[in-house]
């Protein structure tokens, strides 16, 4: 009889706290002091991922700078939902300029910093996939090819949900938004390659690019707190379902996003200095219909005739991604 | 300190002088030599404590501008033409936030058909967006003006755009007067934001306003810019005290006392309406030029005051709003409302277009003689035009127009456009 | 301050804190709670045991808190640690996970350590001033004993036998349930002030009641005598009955057997005795049995560890007749209805002595006479009070109808001890409303750590055969811990932070440790999120008064 060593606290091990583990070891978002950098009152949908995110993140930011942090945000969601005059939900420093410039923003609050000799004092950028991946991309490039002391967040909806759901470059194949219907021969979003922003932003070689989900807090505040210990640009991205524009039950937040992960459809990994250090492996691996069924956008792909080409190219889509990056543990 | 120097390295000395802290540059010509000579002072180290940010866009520089100067760093950026159209965006929102910045516009024209020689349309089409204007004569001028525009900038929490003519100004070699260290930081105080982003004070910058609001914060917005009517004659005072000239102000007349005619200009230009106003004047016409030097905000009412007795006034300026006419004009003739006296738009120097004394004699009498139409175009040639619009009425597809003009300008004399 | 206000540009820059300002619960249609439903494993318990209750403490290493909470129901959990038959682990949702909670061997682990510890109960905060009479210190008996001194009564326990212990004694090898544990769990009882009256057979109920002034009584007398089937015998055929065997094996003297040993009937008692022959040097033993292996009423481990163990196993099967040593068999055949049909088949074996293991029956001479009282199929009748049809007169355990269980019996103790304190203090019990079961559709299981059950370690199989050393050994302080920790905690909130962490909307409270949490419906949306995201089943949403 061998003895299993307690390695575990298997009593909700992956929960946000656990009264088992020392505090130290359990997630910001467990403890009672938390800085709530995003405070309630904030006109987020029911069941926003993003509201979410951002303050799992800029929690995470908060702790590990001391909560000396300065934030600039683009254009929005997160930024029409946290400060529509005369309410803002931010406890924290906090600057929106536009939709394009958040990274270039960043930038100059840094480079204010820096001047000042305010060395402690760190600056994040954030936006959607929208102004991140389209409309803010060129200052976001500019801002990781100059290396700038900036960690720029991105909460990734797939889609333009501020302006009701219009197609990003972040959007997934076959898709429904307000601009890709699903009529016609080929309905829903084109299947492209889609922009992959964070093998983009590995590609310019900065300190750190991660991508997280709010399905995985340990995770994601494990992310934002290395990120931390770099100086340079650094990039995370966020995955964060929208009730509204995915047409998912506002309950089904983080079970989508955690589904995205075990599916394999979003890889998560981080990389240093554009080589990947660290793969979240899949845990319990599911279907790529498992993911798929629960979203109206994706509802033309089922019903009487379900779509089995199209369901068939995303299973492709997942296995590539479990390949390209080993999320499958070899033993399983 | 006397000095033979190019336009635009004397505004990068000036500008030096003022310690910005953030320096945000994309090149374009004709500024490329100023935030070249910038780079040098800060990388050489004769600028200390001056972060220099070499950016992706226009766009990006006006942002990072937005950032630091929200961080409550003094900054500075400076471009031209398409530069100016590509930060659009972002030169709205600089003054929509109250932030500082002193960014130089070297005066430049706006394609289709890009054109890299000096007018002032660039600057005419941010007239609304918030941006104090105020626009230099000289080199003498446009490095005293930078100076000011600190002080400007920050007394009221709003950006300051100086204007300088392209080539004209930022390429010529004249003499200038540069000042001491010692003299601008007794006129120009440390910066002392109004609001800065502060871990220890921490507040949200940039709300969404909706209709609830947003008159409010657009009048605002308006009765700050129409302070700068009295604070930019005060900086005007202070400047002379300490550097012993006069540089800037709202408006400034040249024999205007007694004269029947008075031109209206704004920037260089002026220099060569004041050549030709001597000779006029030698010649006994009752001539004298006034010069803008605030454009916006508007000095509507100094402007009235310096022209009630005149019967006649020329605009000249180096823009044209397509579909109307002249914007300065405009804006005059609004000015002078309710004034019996005849207002002539002249459109002149466009896309780098020399401006002739010859010319400007010429314009100036038909004025006096009240021959002049109201809007009028400099030199313009005719035979083009007309045999443009000849084709475009015979052919309804004649091609673009730029081309075809340039075809019939290099089949009439060899082209000077360069 | 006052300045910087006046500094800020108006509505362009906002001041901290006040989107509170905005109260974004009005936008809710459904609003989440917080509710406790009752694990699977509670809702099984005969013995009525707040198991995940006492897990949750086990878990933190705090096992004197574990002890108290489980003893609040159980006075005897190194007893039940071993002999309890643990239906709550086949109700453990873990069991769909990758195995059920190994509930029983955390029991037992607790058990120990508490007679390891000397720990005591608490004794009662204030005496009542009633009389109790406990009649039979089994299972029930005791149990019943425990909770009515807890409540404050004053109790005497008749026992007819020398030792207290009942079936637990009697009934159960020693390879089982050593017998320092029984004892140590007794004593304990003891010591809470209940007096144990050895040796003090109540010939008559009614009697023994006026003249002890007791106020109420408990019977709980058991079943002792072995029920008898007729089966044709001879000369020189030695048949016993199983209760009798095992209860000779308290004694000094221990039943000879023989070589061959044959045991007829399939419940856990034919096991035990199965198991005990084997233990006494029987090289063959041989269970027969009417029907098949899974209609067998023994559980199935304790068939499997008989089994590895060398015990044969006849199924379909009926004895005809036993004569000089040889046992006459008959093959039966098993209907579709489920009935026996005889085949007419017939073979024989030999056997040294044939044990009947076929039940037990009640001794209920001492309520003859007693005006009320109802006996049905040799079983007292008691109402839903467990009160007999005489007033003050309760029964409980194996004289009642019911599964014959020391984990029953217990859950007996404990529920007529409840109707007695209530009947005592002229009232009735109530039974709290039940919660709904937290069924594993409750649960988000995607949150605990993959955790394989710990098999107890059992003794090796040549020296189980042949001696009465306890077969299964306990789990050690990190193994208990360890499978203390594999319980979900179904439908009561363990404090993980999920609820508080996954709101989007910083509507959850957190109350601090142990005080757990509150839902700030000022700003709540009802999104729901917290109740996907409870591991445990623990909030639900309730549509809004609107």
Redesign the interface.
């Known amino acids: 009889?061998s003895?299993?060593?307690?390695k575990?606290?298997?009593?909700?091990?992956?929960?946000?706290?656990?009264?088992?583990l020392a505090p130290e070891q359990?997630?910001g978002?467990?403890d009672?002091g938390r800085t709530?950098s995003?405070?309630?009152?904030?006109?987020?949908c029911?069941?926003?991922?993003e509201?979410?995110g951002a303050?799992y993140a800029i929690d995470a930011v908060m702790r590990a700078t001391g909560?000396?942090?300065?934030a600039?945000?683009a254009t929005g969601c997160l930024?029409?939902f946290?400060?529509?005059?005369?309410?803002?939900?931010?406890?924290?420093?906090?600057?929106?300029?536009?939709f394009?410039?958040a990274a270039?923003?960043?930038?100059?609050?840094?480079?204010?910093?820096?001047?000042?000799g305010k060395k402690d004092?760190r600056v994040i950028a954030q936006g959607g996939d929208g102004g991140t991946t389209d409309i803010g991309f060129?200052?976001l490039?500019?801002m990781f090819?100059?290396n700038?002391d900036v960690l720029y967040i991105c909460y990734d909806n797939q889609a333009y949900m501020n302006t009701g759901v219009q197609r990003s470059s972040a959007t997934p194949p076959a898709a429904r938004t307000a601009t890709t219907m699903p009529v016609g021969p080929e309905p829903g979003n084109a299947w492209g390659q889609g922009k992959n922003v964070p093998q983009i932003a590995m590609a310019h070689g900065i300190p750190y690019v991660a991508t997280a989900t709010v399905a995985d807090?340990h995770d994601l505040e494990a992310k934002v707190k290395r990120a931390m210990e770099f100086r340079g640009a650094r990039y995370i991205h966020i995955f964060v379902p929208c009730?509204l524009g995915w047409g998912a039950?506002?309950?089904?937040?983080?079970?989508l996003a955690?589904l995205a992960k075990e599916t394999g459809l979003f890889p998560v990994y981080s990389a240093e200095y554009g080589e990947v250090v660290s793969v979240s492996k899949i845990r319990?691996k599911q279907p790529v219909e498992d993911y798929l069924r629960p979203q109206r956008r994706f509802a033309h792909l089922f019903g009487k005739n379900p779509n089995v080409e199209v369901i068939a190219r995303f299973q492709e889509m997942a296995d590539r991604n479990i390949r390209k990056f080993g999320l499958l543990d070899d033993n399983k | 300190m006397l000095k033979q120097t190019e336009g635009s390295h004397a505004v990068a000395e000036a500008v030096a002088l003022c310690r910005p802290e953030v320096i945000c540059a994309y090149p374009i010509s004709p500024q490329t030599h100023i935030v070249e000579g910038l780079g040098e002072l800060v990388k050489s180290g004769e600028l200390q404590n001056c972060e220099y940010t070499n950016v992706e866009s226009e766009f990006a520089a006006m942002s990072v501008a937005i950032g630091s100067s929200a961080a409550g760093a003094r900054t500075y950026t400076a471009t031209a033409s398409q530069g100016l159209l590509f930060m659009a965006e972002a030169v709205y929102n600089a003054s929509g936030l109250g932030l500082p910045i002193v960014m130089t516009v070297a005066n430049r024209a706006i394609g289709a058909p890009i054109n890299i020689w000096n007018d002032h349309t660039d600057t005419m089409s941010q007239r609304d967006c918030g941006w104090i204007q105020i626009f230099a004569e000289t080199n003498q001028e446009a490095a005293d003006l930078h100076i000011q525009a600190f002080k400007l900038a920050e007394e009221l929490s709003l950006p300051v755009m100086v204007c300088m003519d392209g080539f004209i100004l930022t390429h010529a070699y004249e003499q200038v007067d540069m000042p001491s260290q010692e003299q601008v930081d007794a006129f120009l105080p440390p910066y002392s934001p109004r609001q800065s982003l502060d871990p220890a004070a921490p507040v949200s910058i940039g709300a969404m306003v909706g209709p609830e609001a947003f008159s409010e914060v657009r009048y605002l917005a308006h009765a700050k810019q129409m302070q700068a009517l009295d604070l930019i004659p005060k900086i005007s005072a202070e400047f002379k005290e300490i550097f012993g000239r006069d540089s800037g102000g709202l408006v400034r007349s040249y024999l205007c006392d007694d004269a029947e005619t008075i031109v209206v200009a704004l920037g260089s230009v002026i220099g060569t309406i004041k050549d030709t106003v001597d000779e006029m004047r030698a010649e006994g016409h009752k001539i004298g030029v006034l010069g803008i030097h605030s454009f916006r905000p508007f000095p509507a009412e100094a402007i009235r005051k310096a022209l009630s007795k005149a019967k006649h006034v020329v605009v000249l300026e180096k823009s044209i709003a397509i579909g109307v006419g002249g914007v300065v004009a405009s804006n005059v003739r609004l000015a002078l409302d309710g004034i019996d006296s005849r207002i002539y738009c002249v459109v002149a120097g466009l896309g780098g277009r020399n401006i002739l004394r010859t010319s400007l004699h010429r314009v100036f009498r038909q004025a006096e003689a009240g021959e002049l139409e109201a809007l009028h175009f400099l030199d313009l040639d005719w035979d083009v035009v007309n045999r443009e619009l000849e084709r475009e009425r015979t052919q309804r597809r004649s091609g673009p127009i730029a081309e075809n003009i340039l075809r019939d300008v290099s089949a009439v004399r060899s082209s000077s456009v360069g | 301050m006052e300045n910087k206000q006046i500094d800020k540009p108006f509505a362009i820059t906002l001041d901290v804190g006040s989107s509170l300002a905005n109260k974004t619960g009005s936008w809710r249609t459904f609003r989440p709670v917080y509710l406790q439903r009752i694990p699977p494993c509670n809702n099984q318990c005969p013995a009525g045991e707040n198991i995940q209750g006492w897990l949750f403490h086990a878990e933190s290493g705090n096992y004197r808190e574990a002890w108290k909470t489980l003893t609040a129901d159980n006075p005897m959990p190194g007893v039940m640690g071993r002999v309890c038959y643990h239906t709550c682990e086949s109700a453990c949702n873990r069991g769909q996970l990758d195995s059920a909670v190994g509930i029983n061997s955390v029991e037992r682990f607790l058990g120990d350590e508490a007679l390891k510890q000397n720990w005591q109960f608490d004794k009662p905060v204030k005496e009542s001033g009633k009389k109790v009479l406990v009649v039979g210190a089994g299972p029930s008996g005791l149990s019943a004993a425990y909770h009515l001194r807890r409540m404050g009564h004053q109790v005497t326990i008749q026992e007819a036998g020398p030792v207290a212990g009942g079936m637990m004694r009697f009934g159960i090898p020693k390879y089982r349930l050593p017998r320092e544990v029984l004892d140590g769990e007794i004593q304990r009882i003891v010591n809470l002030g209940v007096d144990l009256k050895l040796n003090s057979k109540v010939k008559d109920i009614q009697e023994t009641m006026k003249a002890g002034g007791y106020d109420a009584v408990f019977l709980a007398v058991g079943a002792h005598i072995g029920k008898r089937t007729d089966i044709p015998a001879c000369e020189g055929s030695r048949i016993l009955d199983a209760a009798a065997v095992l209860r000779s094996m308290e004694g000094e003297d221990k039943p000879m057997l023989g070589r061959r040993v044959a045991i007829y009937g399939g419940g856990n008692t034919a096991m035990d005795v199965a198991r005990t022959a084997k233990r006494l040097g029987a090289e063959e033993v041989v269970v027969i049995y009417r029907r098949t292996r899974d209609k067998m009423p023994a559980h199935d481990f304790e068939v499997e560890e008989a089994l590895q163990e060398g015990v044969l196993m006849k199924w379909l099967s009926t004895i005809k007749g036993m004569e000089s040593g040889v046992i006459t068999v008959e093959k039966v055949a098993l209907e579709e209805d489920g009935a026996l049909s005889p085949t007419g088949e017939f073979e024989t074996l030999e056997a040294d002595s044939l044990i009947l293991a076929l039940g037990q029956d009640v001794e209920l001479s001492l309520l003859e006479n007693v005006p009320g009282m109802e006996i049905k199929n040799g079983v007292v009748h008691v109402n839903q009070h467990m009160m007999t049809g005489a007033p003050g007169i309760f029964a409980g355990g194996d004289m009642v109808p019911s599964d014959r269980t020391v984990t029953v019996a217990i859950g007996h103790g404990k529920k007529a001890a409840r109707h007695i304190d209530a009947w005592l203090n002229g009232g009735e019990y109530v039974k709290p409303a039940k919660h709904e079961v937290a069924t594993f559709d409750k649960l988000n299981t995607w949150y605990y750590t993959d955790a394989p059950k710990t098999v107890r370690p059992m003794l090796d199989i040549i020296r189980r055969q042949s001696t009465f050393e306890e077969v299964q050994g306990g789990l050690d302080e990190n193994n208990a811990l360890f499978e203390a920790r594999r319980c979900l905690s179904c439908g009561n909130c363990f404090e993980c932070d999920n609820c508080y962490g996954v709101c989007p909307d910083n509507a959850v409270i957190k109350l601090g440790p142990g005080k757990k949490f509150e839902f700030n419906y000022d700003y709540c949306k009802g999104c729901g999120i917290c109740v996907e995201e409870c591991p445990c089943g623990a909030i639900k949403m309730v549509p809004e008064q609107i």
């Open positions: 009889m003895y299993e060593p307690i575990f606290y298997q009593t909700g091990t992956f929960t946000i706290g656990n009264r088992l359990r997630t978002q467990a009672m709530n995003l405070n309630s009152g904030h006109r987020a029911q069941g926003c991922g509201a979410l303050r909560n000396q942090m300065i600039c945000n930024e029409v946290s400060t529509p005059y005369p309410e803002t939900s931010w406890q924290i420093p906090w600057i929106h300029s536009l394009g410039n270039a923003v960043a930038t100059g609050v840094a480079a204010a910093m820096k001047v000042k004092v060129g200052c490039s500019g090819e100059r700038d807090l009730p039950a506002s309950h089904d937040t983080i079970r955690r319990q």
